[in-house]
């Protein structure tokens, strides 16, 4: 009698197990669906506002000296038409949406890869460790304020330290030295950039450093870049083993006597966005920076020479 009482129990939570694994399911398409509507509902949005052609964003004209600041420009940049977009967009997903297009103007033109400006400072000691963190953060503020919800600072900040601690960076130390106002200059170097030429142009450019190399004998180095035409870049595959910067340009951040294209933003801040720089090398030190300048000022009339403050520090 006992075995039967058990197994008419078995039975009942078999088929409780069933259901309730089918009404799971159930939620979990209703979800899936729901978020579906909802991108495809913003996807229309962007494309009625590309139509239009009010689907761009403001220039910066100054840099914000702290967080603050950032989303009170972030909202003067934004028109109320890409307000409505972003406040339809999932959660985060606004950040991931203009990662490598307003993401990376606003890197470049808030000197946060550079760490020289007011902002960049400020957002380290407040313990944002990486300049595609600070924008981040920012960013998916902005969206959640747009919203009416609670930024979650904290929440923010601890997700993206535990990145880098799963990564090896020491996080915690990092951070004592920040609270004990130590200054970490470890992060960021000093170099000398030789600039060849400069143009929009990637082909010009490139059939330049073709020559250079074959003239001068200078080794060229391409980092595993090329140009992806349909993104307009120099970048990495798509399918590159690097997954951060697959798909997206890496730059040249340490000494060396190679030839190879850049983006001149990275190393001076004032420059367009897509102005393409044919770099011959970076160097520590100016005495050799001017030695390499001299050299091929023999031959190209538009080689001039940079000094920058150079991040560093760990990218991934």
């Known amino acids: 009698m006992l075995q039967r009482i058990i197994g008419f129990l078995l039975i009942g939570l078999i088929i409780w197990s069933c259901n309730s694994n089918y009404n799971q399911e159930k939620t979990e398409i209703t979800e899936a669906q729901a978020d579906s509507l909802q991108r495809v509902e913003c996807d229309n949005i962007l494309k009625e506002l590309r139509k239009l052609e009010v689907d761009t964003f403001g220039e910066v004209n100054h840099i914000p000296s702290d967080f603050e600041g950032c989303l009170r420009q972030l909202d003067s940049l934004t028109s109320n038409q890409m307000k409505e977009w972003i406040k339809c967009l999932p959660d985060k997903e606004f950040s991931k949406s203009v990662h490598h297009g307003f993401g990376m103007y606003l890197r470049n033109n808030w000197g946060l890869w550079r760490g020289n400006s007011k902002l960049a400072e400020n957002l380290y000691e407040m313990g944002i460790l990486h300049p595609d963190d600070m924008t981040g953060i920012i960013l998916n503020s902005y969206q959640r304020r747009l919203k009416g919800e609670d930024i979650r ?164």
């Open 153 to 316: 600072l904290k929440e923010q900040l601890k997700y993206y330290q535990d990145y880098w601690r799963k990564d090896g960076v020491p996080v915690d130390s990092i951070l004592q030295a920040i609270n004990n106002e130590d200054t970490i200059d470890y992060e960021y170097a000093t170099y000398f950039i030789i600039v060849v030429d400069t143009n929009n142009n990637y082909y010009h450019l490139h059939k330049k450093m073709i020559d250079l190399n074959k003239t001068f004998n200078i080794p060229i180095d391409t980092m595993d870049r090329s140009f992806n035409k349909v993104k307009n870049l120099i970048a990495l595959s798509d399918n590159h083993e690097d997954e951060i910067y697959a798909g997206d340009y890496f730059p040249r951040r340490f000494p060396s006597e190679n030839l190879s294209l850049e983006y001149l933003s990275f190393y001076q801040r004032q420059s367009g966005e897509k102005t393409i720089a044919l770099v011959a090398g970076i160097y520590e030190s100016e005495i050799s920076a001017d030695s390499s300048l001299s050299f091929l000022q023999k031959t190209e009339k538009r080689v001039f020479k940079i000094k920058t403050d150079m991040y560093v520090g760990c990218v991934h």
